[in-house]
């Protein structure tokens, strides 16, 4: 009965909840810490700016749009918008060709040249090509995320519907089943785990190399923003945009574990 | 011939496949100008010339160890300091609760981002390539190791309990072997990750390396140079994972059977 | 076990199922070594053989997961075909769809049978009624005890009235007390809905409780080692001496320990 | 017969209480539960699958800390767990990267032993649970009953006076528990030790046990005692053997 050890073992992190006050002073230390280093410059003004600073910094980024030409929001919903759309149209293909691959052996031969050679090559390296063949608009940038959110979501896919329990396959071929009823009734749903995990990956890698692309060829989004912020030696801007940039992104996933939680619940996935 | 293709089979899949794509490559680059997708060959004598003549004042081969040079001070760093930070946050609940927080600001930050940030502090040259790989390597260092220490399986340490184990033994013969698994996952990925980030730090300022390479043909607006980069990128990158999955099977020979 | 009882046994029942020299090789490691039985419509018959007999296979041969290397197995006369028959088989592991509640994991086959829904509705009506679990109809598996997935399984196997029942130590890992419990509820749902029935164990005494005819498989590579008819009345007691004597003969003819 | 012999092990009201996590209510899992074990007894505790048998086990470890009542080894109370009790798992808890002879050792090495005492002893264990030959083995090279002999000689090794064993056949096919039972009741012959033996089967319970003791469902408490004074080697199918079974299979609750 291996309830016991388990509870034990979660007894000893759940009461330790009553002890959060220890991350609550060691983050106020860290803020402590990183406001005096600026009090007493021993990393110069033009190279870091305090926590009280940022704050400001935020509040007038959402109405001044020097010294990047626009406002803290403008630039969040162009990298957003444009994030998203890679990554939406990746999962669209890559998820059912990964549960395809996995499933259908043909299927999984015909396309493995051409992923397999896309795979060892990062997405930020495809960004002069892709520059080259489209421009420096909006396109090659959404080429790009494309490409960095599909490699993930191809691969979990795969991967998930590959870990299908073989006795459940057995359930559905055992009444007669046809494969593609044994796909659809089995494989497909043992496989949504991974596929989110997957489209959690592939949502990190999308505003990753978004913001590499941006940092490289832009007018406007976040990445945009603290590259300028390093060009005027404006930390606070730098600052506040990668605050922008790591919230946004935490958000998002934070949106997708909810949308899996209700959407597992309702179907029961162990 | 049946025997034949069951003896080599684990190397003819990935044969045919890269034939296949290399066929699937000439086909397209006919009907496509030249500039836009240069065919195979086209590529393969830019990688000839390339090696014979200096690109930037070095020689391709000079690029990839300054990618490579920085790659592994990073790495080393990183997994120097972020492999002990890891087990001891997921075997100890005060150095969760003290690191946590403040890891979990940062941690949303992709590496990429602190670009801007460590060219201001470092300037263009080595130290903030490195930095900026180190940053990336860490923060999956630290989450891979704390996570496998948090999944190993309380069984193993009542065991070691049972027989007298105190918590230091139960950490160093039992905890740690236990999550060998995911600190070599952990590991694999901070070295992508690092290879990953040297190109975006290369590709935004610098004179030498294989981002600077596919930064300097997209300027010249040789496609044929980007190629060679891109190419060298991904058989760079593979042979660093294929050397650590090694390094695994070679450490950890328990697992070779069940992997 | 005289022969009068093996041929008055099996005069006046029909033929379900007949297995005629089945073989099976891996490359040429011989797992399964020229098998002949017939099972009988609405029987239980138990199959028992020494750990590591190839039970396994065997069984995935019987249910075609896998090809057979030589021999024929037919049901009703003709060569036996899940697309065709009515084949049903429980698991050892508890195969319990877990993302189905109890009554949808009870329609699933019935809906890959294409049964018109007012049937489907009326035969999960009955099997939830059969194995008492109408109450938890809409739970997941997961909320269940290993019991009651297990009785899940096997009301979804029942559902489709099969032909023939292929069951694989559904009992193995469960509490001795349980598992009276529900080896007397198969009993019942045996009688009660008239199936034939293959109970393949490791456990003789198992077997001896349910069976009216057991077949004994040799070591590796397995054959048909022995037949026995136990005319003993359901439900039978663990210390009646008839009871105990066929026990101790079939635990003989398998004993390695 | 029981009052001249040494007891070995004394719980007193041993209670056990879970916080389930993320539910406010309390699992009252041990209902003060008093049990003698006497030095070199072979006692058996059985009970349904849920009825605390393996959380009164890691409490006599030392694993867990009973939430009332104490444990007292050679009347001296427990303080968490000791080299002096060796303990088998049900699934088996071996070390994956550790070979069959570094599993056996490891309570040695613990105590830190030179590695030349370490392999002479784990060798000698190795040979009386029938394992020489699979020294250099990994634990996921074995069989389940091959897996639980190195759990029975790597407790045997660290040389306890006491053995508890939980449910260490409970994942075996039947015809393996009986081979394991027969060689179990052999090993324990040679080398006698205290051992607390836990299981679901009644009849592995009357052919091993010395003494059975019956649990009750959650919350678990100790319904009722059975001496076996069956001879040994015993038969499963001997009268004997058979009533006790229908007397004890009686006293057992049916959790469904």
Not at chain 3, 200 to 220: C, G, M, Q
Request: glycine share 6%.
């Amino acid at each position: 009965m291996t309830l016991s050890l388990e509870i034990e073992k979660a007894n000893y992190f759940a009461t330790a909840a009553k002890e959060n006050w220890i991350s609550f002073v060691s983050f106020l230390m860290f803020l402590l810490a990183w406001e005096l280093i600026c009090y007493f410059e021993i990393i110069g003004p033009y190279q870091l700016v305090p926590p009280s600073e940022v704050i400001v910094g935020f509040f007038e980024k959402l109405r001044d749009v020097n010294p990047d030409g626009a406002l803290l929001q403008h630039h969040a919903v162009a990298s957003l918008a444009l994030a998203l759309t890679g990554f939406v149209a990746a999962v669209v293909i890559g998820v059912p060709l990964g549960l395809f691959m996995g499933w259908y052996p043909k299927v999984n031969l015909m396309v493995r040249p051409l992923f397999d050679a896309i795979r060892p090559i990062p997405p930020i390296a495809w960004i002069p090509i892709a520059i080259l063949w489209l421009g420096i608009g909006m396109v090659a940038k959404a080429f790009i995320i494309f490409l960095a959110a599909f490699v993930p979501c191809v691969i979990n896919s795969y991967t998930g519907i590959r870990l299908t329990n073989p006795v459940l396959i057995r359930v559905a071929e055992i009444y007669g089943a046809s494969n593609f009823e044994t796909f659809r009734k089995i494989g497909v749903p043992s496989a949504i785990p991974m596929v989110f995990t997957g489209m959690k990956l592939s949502l990190n890698a999308a505003w990753t190399t978004l913001v590499a692309a941006e940092l490289l060829a832009a007018s406007e989004g976040l990445g945009f923003m603290i590259q300028q912020g390093r060009r005027l030696a404006r930390p606070d801007v730098i600052i506040v945009g990668m605050l922008a940039i790591g919230f946004l992104g935490a958000l998002m996933s934070w949106i997708l574990t909810q949308v899996e939680a209700r959407f597992a619940s309702s179907r029961r996935l162990s | 011939m049946s025997t034949f293709i069951k003896k080599y089979s684990k190397w003819l899949a990935p044969i045919g496949s890269f034939a296949a794509f290399l066929l699937l490559w000439q086909v397209a680059s006919l009907n496509v100008s030249a500039d836009f997708l240069p065919s195979p060959l086209m590529v393969w004598d830019e990688l000839v010339r390339l090696s014979q003549t200096p690109v930037g004042g070095t020689s391709l081969l000079g690029h990839v160890g300054y990618s490579l040079r920085r790659v592994m001070i990073a790495f080393i760093l990183a997994v120097a300091f972020g492999l002990p930070l890891g087990l001891l946050m997921g075997w100890n609940r005060v150095c969760d609760k003290i690191v946590s927080p403040i890891f979990e600001l940062l941690r949303p930050i992709p590496p990429i981002a602190w670009i801007p940030i460590a060219i201001l502090w470092l300037g263009v040259a080595e130290g903030s390539k490195i930095f900026i790989c180190f940053v990336g390597a860490f923060v999956i260092m630290v989450l891979n190791s704390y996570t496998g220490m948090r999944y190993v399986d309380p069984l193993l340490i009542d065991a070691a309990r049972s027989f007298g184990a105190n918590p230091r033994q139960q950490f160093f013969n039992v905890a740690v072997p236990a999550c060998l698994p995911s600190i070599f996952a952990g590991v694999q990925n901070a070295l992508s990750m690092a290879w990953m980030c040297v190109l975006a730090a290369e590709m935004v300022g610098a004179r030498e390396g294989v981002g600077f390479i596919i930064i300097q043909g997209m300027d010249l607006n040789k496609s044929s140079m980007i190629l060679v980069g891109m190419i060298l990128i991904g058989i760079v990158g593979s042979l660093l994972a294929a050397l650590l999955r090694g390094a695994e099977r070679a450490l950890c020979p328990w697992r070779s059977e069940m992997v | 076990m005289t022969a009068d009882n093996k041929s008055a046994y099996k005069a006046k029942r029909e033929v379900k199922v007949s297995v005629k020299n089945l073989t099976k090789k891996y490359g040429d490691l011989l797992v399964l070594d020229n098998i002949n039985f017939d099972i009988y419509k609405g029987e239980l018959l138990c199959i028992v053989g020494p750990t590591g007999c190839g039970k396994t296979t065997f069984l995935n041969c019987l249910s075609r997961f896998i090809p057979i290397t030589e021999g024929t197995i037919d049901v009703d006369g003709v060569p036996a075909d899940p697309h065709i028959h009515n084949i049903a088989f429980v698991f050892q592991e508890v195969s319990a769809i877990p993302w189905l509640t109890v009554e949808d994991n009870i329609r699933f086959g019935l809906r890959i049978k294409r049964l018109p829904e007012d049937e489907i509705e009326k035969r999960v009506e009955r099997m939830l009624d059969i194995v008492g679990l109408t109450k938890y109809r809409t739970y997941y598996p997961q909320q269940l005890s290993a019991s009651m997935e297990q009785r899940v399984v096997i009301a979804r196997n029942f559902a489709i009235n099969p032909d023939l029942l292929l069951m694989d130590e559904p009992y193995g890992q469960l509490d001795v007390k349980l598992r009276y419990y529900l080896e007397d509820e198969l009993m019942r749902i045996w009688k009660e809905l008239g199936s034939t029935v293959a109970f393949i164990t490791h456990n003789i005494e198992e077997a001896v409780y349910l069976a009216e005819r057991i077949l004994i498989l040799s070591p590796k590579p397995s054959t048909i080692k022995e037949e026995v008819i136990v005319d003993l009345p359901h439900p039978r007691q663990f210390d009646d001496p008839k009871f105990v004597a066929l026990r101790d003969y079939v635990t003989e003819s398998i004993k390695w320990w | 017969m029981s009052e001249d012999r040494e007891v070995k092990i004394a719980c007193k009201g041993i209670s056990k209480t879970f916080h389930v996590p993320g539910q406010k209510k309390l699992l009252h899992v041990l209902n003060s539960v008093s049990l003698e074990v006497y030095k070199n007894e072979f006692l058996v505790i059985l009970g349904p699958g849920q009825s605390g048998k393996t959380v009164l086990l890691n409490c006599i470890a030392g694993l867990i800390e009973p939430t009332q009542g104490s444990i007292l080894i050679n009347n001296k109370p427990i303080t968490g767990p000791g080299p002096d009790r060796g303990m088998v798992f049900q699934r088996y808890a071996l070390f994956p990267w550790k070979t069959v002879v570094q599993n056996v050792a490891f309570g040695l090495t613990i105590r830190g032993v030179p590695l030349k005492e370490r392999m002479e002893v784990a060798q000698h264990y190795i040979d009386l649970v029938g394992l020489n030959g699979f020294e250099k083995s990994y634990p996921a090279e074995l069989s389940g009953g091959m897996k639980q002999r190195v759990g029975i000689a790597r407790a045997y090794a660290s040389d306890p006076d006491i053995l508890l064993m939980d449910e260490p056949f409970g994942a075996l096919d039947a015809q393996t528990r009986y081979a394991m039972e027969k060689e179990l009741r052999l090993i324990w012959e040679k080398e006698k030790r205290t051992v607390c033996f836990v299981t679901n089967n009644i009849e592995e319970a009357i052919y091993l046990g010395d003494r059975v003791v019956i649990m009750s469902a959650l919350p678990g408490r100790i319904k009722t005692e059975h001496n076996i004074t069956i001879p040994v080697p015993r038969a499963y199918t001997h009268p004997d053997f058979l009533t006790l079974r229908k007397q004890i299979s009686e006293d057992t609750d049916l959790v469904l």
